[in-house]
Antibody, heavy 119, light 112 residues
Framework: EVHLVESGGGLVQPGGSLRLSCSAS????????MHWVRQPPGKGLEYVSG????????YYVASVKGRFTVSRDNSKNTVFLQMSRLRVEDTAVYYC????????????WGQGTLVTVSS | DIVMTQTPLSSPVTLGQPASISCRSS???????????LSWLHQRPGQPPRLLIY???KRFSGVPDRFSGSGAGTDFTLKISRVEAEDVGVYYC?????????FGQGTKVEVK
């Protein structure tokens, strides 16, 4: 069974930094593209960032490009999201999501970790 | 960027009755490889989303057959043949044909 467990969320001031981690188990982690999707409180889903199976390719939505950095450690089955220069509008639950290898659907989701950016 | 627009945004339903949600994309979702990467997700209150349908009409593992997807190009539909209590929540369409991948605004299904 696939398990994705996010950690690292919390309260941070505007302009601050935070590093999210997602620990994966139950599948061959190094074979799958991994993503981060966020959901502001009471709102819908927004794609944030992704990384290819080997880390060679990374993807960012325009609103976080230059501020967020995605990376992975396949030896530890973990994907990371380093967030810097955080803004109030980055406040959201951040989900770690596995992408299916050939149908490109978001087929497994973690429980999410809440990031609150506030002074 | 591809914008996904869902209608309705709210759908009060009677248990045992059908429900239907529409999703329209601002551009064709047919990929250069010939596939259409349109999926549907369901999110219950307080839970992460879970995959229901991929590639327009393929049910994901464990999804009941009362859920069906259809459509082509820019217009897609999710249908629930007979709504059960566990089906309440928010439904999202999502596309992975063109980066950045995007989601519809969500349709809230609730019991009348």
């Amino acid at each position: 069974e696939v398990h994705l467990v996010e950690s690292g969320g919390g309260l941070v001031q505007p302009g601050g930094s935070l590093r999210l981690s997602c620990s994966a188990s139950g599948f061959s982690f190094s074979s799958f593209i991994m993503h981060w999707v966020r959901q502001p409180p009471g709102k819908g889903l927004e794609y944030v960032s992704g990384i290819s199976y080997d880390g060679a390719a990374t993807y960012y939505v325009a609103s976080v490009k230059g501020r967020f950095t995605v990376s992975r450690d396949n030896s530890k089955n973990t994907v990371f999201l380093q967030m810097s220069r955080l803004r109030v509008e980055d406040t959201a639950v951040y989900y770690c999501v596995k992408m299916h290898s050939w149908n490109y659907s978001f087929d497994d989701w973690g429980q999410g970790t809440l990031v609150t950016v506030s002074s | 960027d591809i914008v996904m627009t869902q209608t309705p945004l709210s759908s009060p339903v009677t248990l045992g009755q059908p429900a239907s949600i529409s999703c329209r994309s601002s551009q064709s979702l047919v990929h250069s490889d010939g596939n259409t990467y349109l999926s549907w997700l369901h999110q219950r209150p307080g839970q992460p989303p879970r995959l229901l349908i991929y590639k327009i009409s393929k049910r994901f593992s464990g999804v009941p057959d009362r859920f069906s997807g259809s459509g082509a190009g820019t217009d897609f539909t999710l249908k629930i043949s007979r709504v059960e209590a566990e089906d309440v929540g928010v439904y999202y369409c999502t596309q992975a044909t063109q980066f950045p991948w995007s989601f519809g605004q969500g349709t809230k299904v609730e019991v009348k």
